[in-house]
């Protein structure tokens, strides 16, 4: 019967599949190569990914779909050409015929349409949905045939019927995150990036150290306690009894400022606007903290170790600018300033984190065992740092200017390495 059909009219017909083969198979790669979040949010605007994202759903049916017309066209494609190849060069044709279906299939059916619906899987896949989607409900009963099939094999071979979807580890999010650019623009990224981050910080890393907690000794006589009071820049402050060790509570300024104003705050009266103190130990990463301070309706603790000891005070303010970045000017910060010396030197204080000037010069230096430069360069030298000692700590030269009378680093002159410092800028 087809022998009868004039060889144009058959090569036309060959043309036709070999085109609704690449469609199928540009389908199938578009598809399976949508962006499922961006699909979700167009969904609810286009019709098109509205039904990409039914298809989707049951990826099983759309495989079988997808697979029964491929698979049906290709061979169609595959007789006429015998047909063709026969009428014209006779039972040698035969040859001829398979090199050329097997060359065309390749390059217009296969790799040229897939290649392309991989780098515009919307343009291909929201507008092949309009056509899979009825062809489904129209083949429907073939295809749930095919796949009982498939599933019956695939059991016999003890192959799960169900595979579990797997969640993202922290480590593949973090390179999602970073290699494909998905948030945009680059400080939300980083965001991003510091909240994940948040899992490996502990309380230790930001907190202010023990010796540079500034509270206030319920034991001075108010005249020092009243012009505490007044030139204080902070919000809250820890009250304690002669030591920073016996903390009584935490003082909120706010709650004091008309007494003071009208003179009637007294030691009776401030005790009693006391909040009870609030521990955290300083093993606690920061993204669990940052949730207790949240249940807890607070914003500052008191760090303590494994023994119980205070070392050191955190708030929540701490925390957030290890996602955000620095988003204060406090005037207590004009102290831990970091003045740049020349092409290649920058004075920094003994006290502040290691953590703070490696997010805000784009160094490397360890923050494994210190919290501070101070506690850097004392760990370095197992011994009690003196004026004008210069120590080389991963690349980093340190010079010691000036200590205090407490042996505690109080200015350090920094040099990075020239290669770290070409990358920053």
Same mark, same amino acid.
């Not at 070392?311 to 300033?337: M, Q």
């Given at each position: 019967m087809l022998n009868s059909i004039p060889t144009n009219y058959l090569l036309g017909a060959i043309g036709v599949l070999l085109f609704l083969s690449a469609f199928f198979s540009s389908s199938e790669t578009a598809l399976m190569a949508l962006n499922r979040l961006k699909l979700k949010n167009d969904a609810k605007q286009k019709k098109g990914a509205y039904l990409a994202q039914k298809l989707l759903e049951q990826p099983d049916r759309l495989i079988g779909l997808i697979l029964i017309g491929n698979n049906f066209i290709n061979i169609a494609a595959t007789a006429l050409t015998t047909v063709v190849a026969i009428k014209i060069a006779g039972d040698k044709g035969v040859a001829y015929g398979t090199a050329f279906l097997t060359f065309a299939i390749l390059i217009f059916s296969e790799v040229t349409p897939k290649t392309?619906?991989?780098?515009?899987?919307?343009?291909?896949?929201?507008?092949?949905?309009?056509?899979?989607?009825?062809?489904?409900?129209?083949?429907?009963?073939?295809?749930?045939?095919?796949?009982?099939?498939?599933?019956?094999?695939?059991?016999?071979?003890?192959?799960?019927?169900?595979?579990?979807?797997?969640?993202?580890?922290?480590?593949? &999010?973090?390179?999602?995150?970073? $290699?494909?650019? %998905?948030?945009?623009? +680059? *400080?939300? @990224?980083?965001?991003? !990036? #510091?909240?994940?981050? &948040?899992?490996?910080?502990?309380? $230790?890393?930001? %907190?202010?150290?023990? +010796? *540079?907690? @500034?509270?206030?000794? !319920? #034991?001075?006589?108010?005249?020092?306690?009243?012009?505490?009071?007044?030139?204080?820049?902070?919000?809250?402050?820890?009250?304690?009894?002669?030591?920073?060790?016996?903390?009584?509570?935490?003082?909120?300024?706010?709650?004091?400022?008309?007494?003071?104003?009208?003179?009637?705050?007294?030691?009776?009266?401030?005790?009693?606007?006391?909040?009870?103190?609030?521990?955290?130990?300083?093993?606690?990463?920061?993204?669990?903290?940052?949730?207790?301070?949240?249940?807890?309706?607070?914003?500052?603790?008191?760090?303590?170790?494994?023994?119980?000891?205070?070392?050191?005070?955190?708030?929540?303010?701490?925390?957030?600018?290890?996602?955000?970045?620095?988003?204060?000017?406090?005037?207590?910060?004009?102290?831990?300033?970091?003045?740049?010396?020349?092409?290649?030197q920058y004075l920094v204080k003994g006290r502040i984190a290691i953590r703070s000037l490696n997010r805000r010069l784009q160094w490397n230096l360890p923050t494994e065992d210190a919290t501070t430069i101070n506690g850097l360069i004392t760990e370095y030298l197992q011994d009690l740092p003196t004026q004008d000692i210069a120590v080389e700590i991963e690349g980093y030269r340190m010079t010691i200017l000036e200590t205090t009378e407490d042996n505690i680093i109080s200015r350090v002159m920094i040099e990075p390495p020239l290669v770290k410092n070409l990358k920053s800028d």
């Open positions: 392309y619906a991989a780098l515009h899987p919307e343009k291909i896949a929201y507008v092949a949905s309009f056509i899979l989607a009825p062809m489904l409900k129209i083949l429907y009963p073939l295809v749930w045939l095919t796949n009982l099939f498939t599933n019956g094999i695939l059991r016999l071979l003890g192959v799960p019927q169900s595979i579990a979807k797997e969640a993202l580890s922290h480590e593949e &999010l973090r390179t999602l995150v970073v $290699e494909n650019n %998905m948030i945009d623009p +680059n *400080e939300h @990224q980083n965001m991003m !990036i #510091n909240v994940m981050n &948040l899992d490996h910080i502990t309380l $230790e890393d930001v %907190m202010v150290p023990r +010796n *540079e907690i @500034q509270g206030i000794n !319920i #034991n001075d006589d108010w005249a020092t306690i009243e012009k505490q009071l007044i030139e204080t820049y902070l919000t809250r402050l820890p009250v304690y009894q002669d030591n920073i060790d016996e903390v009584i509570g935490i003082l909120h300024i706010r709650t004091i400022l008309s007494l003071l104003n009208n003179k009637t705050l007294n030691k009776e009266r401030l005790k009693k606007i006391l909040r009870k103190p609030y521990f955290v130990p300083e093993s606690a990463r920061l993204s669990a903290q940052m949730k207790e301070f949240q249940r807890k309706e607070r914003r500052m603790g008191l760090v303590v170790d494994e023994y119980g000891d205070l070392v050191g005070l955190v708030t929540l303010d701490d925390i957030l600018e290890e996602i955000v970045g620095k988003f204060t000017s406090e005037p207590g910060d004009r102290g831990l300033k970091i003045i740049k010396k020349g092409d290649n």
